[in-house]
Nanobody, 114 residues
């Protein structure tokens, strides 16, 4: 069974930073990334990265968030800087396997508030 396990969420003040991590139980993913779901809104893509390190970011996080991955450790990271209250959301790690199947983590809460 393939699992994606997130860590690193929490409460931070506006302007602060957090780093999310997601560890995959198997090395099967061509794409890894993060979606987020703000309160009362739909889930949206925040950032993604391919196995060749090509990245994609939502316009709302460009210049503030950086996604990276360690293929040897089957882990993807999301460094979030200059956080804003509108970044408050449940952040979900996701992966697309080389066979085209989608996998999701359980989600981690990020709250940006003073």
């Amino acid at each position: 069974q393939v699992q994606l396990v997130e860590s690193g969420g929490g409460l931070v003040q506006p302007g602060g930073s957090l780093r999310l991590s997601c560890a995959a139980s198997r090395s099967i993913f061509s794409v890894l990334g993060w979606f987020r779901q703000p309160p009362g809104k739909e889930r949206e893509l925040a950032a993604s990265i391919t196995s060749f390190s090509m990245t994609n970011y939502a316009d709302s996080v460009k210049g503030r968030f950086t996604i990276s991955r360690d293929n040897a450790k089957n882990t993807v990271f999301l460094q979030m800087n200059n956080l804003k209250p509108e970044d408050t959301a449940v952040y979900y790690c996701y992966g697309v396997s080389r066979q085209g199947r989608n996998y999701w983590g359980q989600g981690t809460q990020v709250t940006v508030s003073s």
